[in-house]
């Protein structure tokens, strides 16, 4: 019965460790922004957001293939929406305002090909 006692409490504890974790690390980006990202499939998708994903300042990436948006939630003090733009564009990826390398976009695979835009 102990042990049962100690094994709800120690949960409890680090359940409730987690939970203010993740409210304070929410409350950490500032901004939220949607933009246009070519893309076509779910390969794509991939791709796009985890270029994101290591960043500094970044929370949530989600890009949706039906309507080719992004919305990105960050910290404008550590990364600015240029800089996302940018490493979007480093993996292949044309927003409006960014146009990706061509050998980049070339070496995406036949399926992540979209009709770029001039």
Same mark, same amino acid.
Request: hydrophobic fraction near 25%.
């Given at each position: 019965m102990m042990k049962l006692i100690l094994t709800f409490s120690i =949960? %409890? +504890? %680090?359940?409730?460790? &987690? #939970? =203010? @974790?993740s &409210?304070? %690390? =929410? &409350?950490?980006? #500032?901004?939220s922004e949607s933009f246009h990202v070519y893309g076509n499939c779910g390969s794509c998708k991939k791709t796009i957001e985890r270029s !994101?994903? @290591? !960043?500094?300042?970044?929370? #949530?990436?989600?890009? @949706?293939?039906? +309507?080719k948006q992004i919305k990105v939630d960050f910290d404008s003090t550590k990364i600015s929406l240029s800089q996302i733009k940018n490493k979007i564009a480093a993996v292949g990826y @044309? +927003?409006? $305002?960014?146009?990706?390398?061509?050998?980049?976009?070339? =070496? %995406?695979?036949?399926?992540?090909?979209?009709?770029?835009? $001039?």
């Open positions: =949960s %409890l +504890t %680090l359940l409730s460790c &987690s #939970n =203010s @974790d &409210s304070q %690390l =929410s &409350s950490n980006f #500032n901004k !994101l994903v @290591d !960043l500094n300042g970044i929370g #949530n990436a989600n890009w @949706d293939k039906e +309507t @044309d +927003t409006k $305002e960014v146009r990706a390398e061509e050998s980049v976009y070339k =070496s %995406l695979p036949g399926c992540c090909q979209y009709e770029r835009p $001039e």
